[in-house]
């Protein structure tokens, strides 16, 4: 933002002069805004720290200020919804951003380094990116979940964020993860529940439009960030480095997703498909840029069980477009399901322009 907009009115509520004038006083805003140039934006950073001076922006843009652009970021909305406050009036616009794309980093981007670090700017900018990585994945992260959710047991929320980890890429199943971490239900839904107020994880729904089969009932869970889940995971020695490694890519392919369906036009969602018999495809993309079906594979030989989800799908929803997504992938298309190199097809994802699918 101070790149972007070098003359605007820049507010930071984590500087603690700031946060204490404007808190104390919130008609200050307007007093700041009056000295201001003419016509620049004002930037309000970390918002969520003082919800009550959107009534002070409220009143701004009633008055004298009302051309002008207000741009409010910040790291999490649940304090805003939670306390009640002005949202002013449907004027907010809502814009996430997300980590890093491979389309932004262009021939920067390794499939490798991307599943190992993830793609957050601040540990690819860092020189010790695992380092910083650690470090954010175990300073501010738990310290922001833990103010967001008042927890009380540290002990009891470490225990959280690891057994959760666990969870990246599969079925979300509460009761079991609140009796690992010794929580009660309701705090570990609110738990995840803060988790994806502050955009740090998602959850994906069961697609069942048309369904012709008995299907599971439990969303699937992933954290925001591959490099995250390769942090806040715990490692024992009956893991193996494909199992963590795959989960870390479908979290990747997962975020790209994401990230295009924020900004495509019309009504898109993603969802995955699993049936009570086993049967499982990693993601659904399904709205109005059309119907598409990805199963994610990191590596090692290609197996028959490896299409069956793809394959029962194409016979239920014969109108979808199928691909199986791999680093090394087969040089030709399987029974109707494409093959696609996952890198070149992420670097393929642009924000507001036309599924590399279509």
């Not at 998602?202 to 925001?224: D, E, G, S």
């Not at 942090?231 to 989960?247: M, W």
Request: charged residues 25%; proline residues 6%.
């Amino acid at each position: 933002m101070r790149h972007a907009y070098p003359r605007a009115l820049y507010l930071d509520l984590l500087d603690p002069v700031v946060f204490r004038e404007m808190t104390a006083r919130p008609e200050r805003l307007g007093e700041a805004i009056a000295k201001s140039p003419r016509n620049e934006p004002v930037i309000i950073d970390e918002i969520q720290k003082a919800p009550l001076l959107l009534d002070a922006v409220h009143q701004a843009l009633e008055g004298p200020s009302r051309e002008r652009q207000f741009i409010l970021t910040g790291s999490s909305a649940r304090r805003i919804r939670r306390t009640g406050v002005n949202l002013l009036g449907g004027r907010l616009l809502w814009r996430q951003f997300h980590p890093y794309l491979a389309c932004e980093l262009d021939r920067d981007f390794d499939l490798d380094r991307a599943t190992e670090i993830g793609m957050l700017p601040l540990v690819l900018a860092s020189p010790r990116p695992t380092e910083t990585l650690r470090a954010y994945s175990a300073l501010y992260i738990q310290q922001e979940v833990r103010e967001e959710a008042s927890v009380r047991n540290l002990g009891s929320f470490a225990r959280f964020l690891e057994t959760v980890a666990l969870s990246h890429g599969n079925q979300l199943n509460i009761g079991g993860v609140a009796r690992d971490c010794s929580v009660t239900r309701r705090s570990a839904e609110g738990y995840v529940e803060v988790l994806e107020d502050m955009m740090l994880a998602f959850r994906l729904k069961v697609f069942t439009k048309r369904a012709k089969r008995l299907l599971a009932a439990h969303p699937k869970f992933y954290l925001f960030d591959p490099g995250v889940y390769q942090a806040l995971r715990p490692r024992n020695p009956l893991d193996s480095r494909s199992e963590i490694g795959g989960g870390a890519l479908e979290g990747l392919v997962a975020q790209h997703l994401r990230s295009w369906l924020f900004s495509a036009p019309g009504k898109n969602d993603l969802f995955y498909w699993r049936t009570r018999a086993g049967l499982e495809v990693d993601f659904i993309l399904f709205g109005e840029a059309g119907l598409f079906a990805f199963e994610v594979k990191s590596g090692g030989r290609l197996g028959e069980n490896d299409l069956g989800g793809l394959r029962a799908f194409l016979r239920d929803y014969p109108e979808a477009k199928a691909a199986l997504l791999m680093p090394s992938p087969p040089a030709k298309a399987l029974a109707g399901i494409s093959c696609l190199d996952v890198a070149s097809f992420l670097r393929r994802i642009i924000p507001g322009e036309p599924f590399p699918l279509g």
